[in-house]
Nanobody, 123 residues
């Protein structure tokens, strides 16, 4: 049974930082590209970032480029999202997902999803 468990969300002031983690189990982690998406109330789920199977390439949405960094540790079956200079509009539920390719994930071609972790940015 595949499980993706996100953690690290919470309440943070604008300009602050958070680091999200997504621990995977039940699948050959290094065989999957990984991604982060987010969904704010009343909005569609949007792509944030993806990373290739061995972390050689990363992709970002324009809205987070330069502020967020995705990384992965295949030995720990975990993908991370370091979020800096957080803005009010970054408030959302953040989800991790697996996919065949990082570019495919950018097109929402995902296979497995986590349950999400809430990030709230306050002024």
């Amino acid at each position: 049974q595949v499980q993706l468990i996100e953690s690290g969300g919470g309440l943070v002031q604008a300009g602050g930082s958070l680091r999200l983690s997504c621990a995977a189990s039940g699948l050959p982690f290094s065989g999957y590209a990984m991604a982060w998406f987010r969904q704010a109330p009343g909005k569609e789920r949007e792509f944030i970032s993806s990373i290739t199977r061995v972390g050689g390439a990363t992709y970002y949405a324009d809205s987070v480029k330069g502020r967020f960094t995705i990384s992965r540790d295949n030995a720990k079956n975990t993908v991370y999202l370091q979020m800096n200079s957080l803005k009010l509009e970054d408030s959302a539920v953040y989800y991790c997902a697996t996919g065949t390719t990082a570019l495919g994930l950018r097109r929402r071609e995902s296979e497995h999803w986590g349950q999400g972790t809430q990030v709230t940015v306050s002024s």
